[in-house]
């Protein structure tokens, strides 16, 4: 039996959330490549992409008093969730309001769009206008900040080259140049003093998908289970920030 496309793009569901499959890899600038060639002769480019290499990604993660989004992750909770405020190409033209989820090897993520007015209302401490938002997700937001003292942790940074399928909503992408912040947690700054997080030439592939990983797209990677990492962006750049500050 055919599985519709509507179907296929809807993907499982976890307590109200769209659950998806996620691969991460580290891979060489030669394997890079070689992938980005063969990815980018069959899908499709991220339409928001400004060139070949994609489009610039910046990200103020926040974590609570307890650091759990640090050491949820570093432990292997089996659920656990983090909040990010995100914008593309250092502009204020488009920023959001983000929380991913894992639950054990699925993702979930959801997103509601912010105004630089609220976004400079947080990081000044004022939260309260958050708690009557329309947005269930900025809702959430303002009351984990009430119980556990949400603030700002670091941010992270890269260039995003991205490529898309719509069977299953195959999503891959190439993440270079990572860095992450050192002092100043101001994604707006065109100044922010950033650092490498990554030591060698490393880039990290992502795949997400919903049910399943179409034989041909699998077939264009070529990766394997053994190669796969646990990585996360904010415990690298988290990590790297806090051998700054010892």
């Given at each position: ?85 995100r914008i593309y190409n250092k502009s204020d033209r488009v920023i959001k309001l983000e929380r991913k989820s894992k639950y054990h090897e699925y993702i979930a993520k959801e ?136």
């Open positions: 039996m055919r599985i519709s496309e509507e179907r296929q793009r809807e993907g499982m569901q976890f307590a109200g959330k769209k659950l998806r499959h996620e691969m991460k890899y580290y891979i060489h600038y030669h394997e890079y490549l070689g992938l980005r060639e063969r990815v980018g002769a069959v899908l499709t480019m991220d339409k928001n992409s400004i060139g070949r290499d994609g489009y610039h990604i910046r990200s103020l993660y926040f974590d609570n008093m307890h650091e759990a989004a640090l050491n949820d992750k570093n432990d292997g909770i089996f659920q656990r969730k983090k909040y990010r405020i997103s509601a769009s912010m105004t630089r007015e609220e976004y400079d209302r947080i990081i000044a401490g004022d939260w309260e206008f958050l708690r009557n938002s329309e947005s269930p997700l900025a809702r959430d937001f303002y009351f984990d900040n009430k119980h556990g003292l949400l603030k700002p942790a670091v941010v992270v940074d890269y260039q995003r080259e991205a490529y898309i399928f719509p069977v299953s909503d195959v999503r891959i992408t190439f993440d270079k140049s990572l860095k992450g912040s050192i002092q100043s947690l101001d994604i707006f700054d065109p100044n922010l003093p950033m650092v490498e997080s990554i030591e060698g030439p490393k880039t990290i592939l992502e795949v997400k998908y919903n049910q399943f990983l179409p034989d041909f797209v699998y077939g264009l990677i070529q990766m394997s289970a053994a190669n796969r990492s646990t990585i996360s962006k904010y415990v690298i750049c988290r990590e790297r920030r806090k051998s700054y500050a010892d």
